[in-house]
């Protein structure tokens, strides 16, 4: 998420616990936009095919092995 001069002196104010808060709201908000492009790409995935399905299978997956989480 691009931030204004502004936005970013602010910041620099807020308590840990408010930067902290920050952060998670910038970091969902990027997410947010990453599973958009991500739905995007799976109903038009190469014109033909709707990957819908198969993203549900193998999402999960995906995200615990790029994240090196261990269940």
Known sequence: MEQCANTRALN???SGEEQFEKVCEDFEYDVRQVIQELRSMTRNYQR???MTDVLKAILPD???EELHIKI
Do not use: G, M, S, T
């Open 12 to 14: 620099k104010y807020l």
């Open 48 to 50: 033909e095919y709707d």
């Open 62 to 64: 995906i995200i615990l």
